[in-house]
């Protein structure tokens, strides 16, 4: 299974600022995932960050909001912007299991990003 | 939007008896995959089953899929203390590649 890895692992911060997390592989993947996991609830797919091209977008969520960076195939970025309260959660990236992605591979998640937003 | 919803929403039970959680969708999947997270850290995967598979195993766990109820269970047998976690059932869904829309989630607590 890929080892993925983010950064920061947790972090408080100011309305109306941005925050942008990192998130690295350790083997190169052509699909990538943003999720966000609000307080108590479960996860929501943000977006998908195919290298190469624009990320898609889930309904919902806007790349004014989130935009992402994929520079190449083992990192990928997402930043959130203007934050207000309603975005503390936690946000994860994922890769699918194999390079190229597939309708049955299994998807590894990041140890994630806890935000708080005072 | 959620399309997974998972019974219990909370289980508390001994260690040493099983654990079953459920999960039902509403569209048609291309698999389903169960995580386990502990206290809101990282989620770890812990099976994923096919749309044409009916049963998998895993050391301690057992999946099931039944595609015509649109319903998966999680058995988790010989439950322990360590356990104690969120389980989430997730449907991939897409053409292509999956994407993955997770269910609300069970609470389990396994008392020593």
């Known amino acids: 299974s890929a080892v993925i890895s983010q950064k920061p692992s947790r972090d408080i911060c100011q309305r109306g600022t941005s925050l942008t997390i990192q998130c690295q592989v350790d083997?190169?993947?052509?699909?990538m995932f943003w999720y966000r996991q609000q307080p108590g609830q479960s996860l929501t797919l943000i977006a998908t960050a195919n290298q190469g091209s624009e990320a898609t977008y889930e309904s919902g969520f806007v790349i004014d909001k989130f935009p992402i960076s994929r520079p190449n195939l083992t990192f990928s970025t997402l930043t959130v912007s203007n934050m207000s309260p309603e975005d503390s959660s936690i946000y994860l990236c994922?890769?699918?299991?194999?390079?190229?992605?597939?309708?049955?591979?299994?998807?590894?998640f990041g140890p994630g990003t806890r935000l708080t937003v005072l | 939007s959620q399309q997974g919803e998972e019974d219990p929403q909370a289980l508390s039970i001994q260690e040493g008896e099983n654990a079953t959680m459920n999960c039902s969708y509403k569209t048609s999947i291309n698999n389903l995959q169960w995580y386990r997270q502990n206290s809101g850290r990282g989620l770890v995967h812990l099976i994923l089953i096919r749309s044409n598979e009916r049963e998998k195993h895993s050391g301690r766990l057992r999946v099931t899929l039944d595609t015509s109820k649109k319903s998966s269970s999680l058995l988790i047998t010989a439950s322990r203390a360590a356990d104690t976690a969120s389980y989430f059932c997730a449907t991939g869904r897409g053409s292509g590649y999956s994407t993955l829309t997770f269910g609300k989630g069970t609470m389990l607590l396994v008392s020593p």
């Open positions: 994922s890769v699918s299991s194999s390079p190229s992605g597939g309708l049955t591979d299994t998807q590894y």
């Open positions: 083997s190169q993947v052509t699909m």
